[in-house]
T-cell receptor, first 113, second 117 residues
Framework: GENVEQHPSTLSVQEGDSAVIKCTYSDSASNYFPWYKQELGKRPQLIIDIRSNVGEKKDQRIAVTLNKTAKHFSLHITETQPEDSAVYFCAASIRNAGNMLTFGGGTRLMVKP | GAVVSQHPSRVICKSGTSVKIECRSLDFQATTMFWYRQFPKQSLMLMATSNEGSKATYEQGVEKDKFLINHASLTLSTLTVTSAHPEDSSFYIC?????????????FGSGTRLTVV
């Protein structure tokens, strides 16, 4: 089955700096790649997603890039703020093949004021 | 927007008892529901996939007789943890597959913190 690796496991940045989280996936058939932000004890919240027919997507301070050849995708957060501190998960799924999401191990992002 | 209501949010039960967790899609039909378990400081691990009207598909290592999943209607899926033990203490969360306009997405429930004492 699909295997998603995520790095780094923890990331500490200064407020205003950028943060980059990277994920790799194993199944070349994966075609949907969402990123979730999870605060302690809460449900994961979708912050951005990308489908395999697109190489990059941006939404204000958040962007995601996808390299299908290398089977990796990255989350970029610019101008980080303390409220960006949370655990971020990448995930991958294959449409019409179960559609289940396989999650990466998570990255704990800490933004220092 | 699409909402999945999950109850209870927290439950404490004695070892050996059973606990039922419900996930209800409020404004859409959830033909497929995924059940995840998340231990502290770990990722979400898929336990099983349920499709309305059929038996659930369990991931390797998940005991189907211990974690009973029922998806009898398009708006309700339940997970029952039978004969719970302390090692079953975890955060359980459901996720409904949403199909719309030729595309798809996922709506998560709010999660259930299970503590077995």
């Amino acid at each position: 089955g699909e295997n998603v690796e995520q790095h780094p496991s923890t990331l500490s940045v200064q407020e205003g700096d950028s943060a980059v989280i990277k994920c790799t996936y194993s199944d070349s058939a994966s075609n949907y790649f969402p990123w979730y932000k999870q605060e302690l004890g809460k449900r994961p919240q979708l912050i951005i997603d990308i489908r395999s027919n697109v190489g990059e997507k941006k939404d204000q301070r958040i962007a995601v890039t996808l390299n299908k050849t290398a089977k990796h995708f990255s989350l970029h957060i610019t101008e980080t703020q303390p409220e960006d501190s949370a655990v971020y998960f990448c995930a991958a799924s294959i449409r019409n093949a179960g559609n289940m999401l396989t999650f990466g191990g998570g990255t704990r992002l800490m933004v220092k004021p | 927007g699409a909402v999945v209501s999950q109850h209870p949010s927290r439950v404490i039960c004695k070892s050996g008892t059973s606990v039922k967790i419900e996930c209800r899609s409020l404004d859409f039909q959830a033909t497929t529901m995924f059940w995840y378990r998340q231990f502290p400081k770990q990722s979400l691990m898929l336990m099983a996939t349920s499709n309305e009207g059929s038996k659930a598909t369990y991931e390797q290592g998940v005991e189907k007789d211990k974690f009973l999943i029922n998806h009898a209607s398009l708006t309700l899926s339940t997970l029952t943890v039978t004969s719970a033990h302390p090692e079953d203490s975890s955060f359980y969360i459901c996720s409904a597959l949403r199909l719309k306009d030729g595309s798809y997405g996922y709506t998560f429930g709010s999660g259930t913190r299970l503590t077995v004492v």
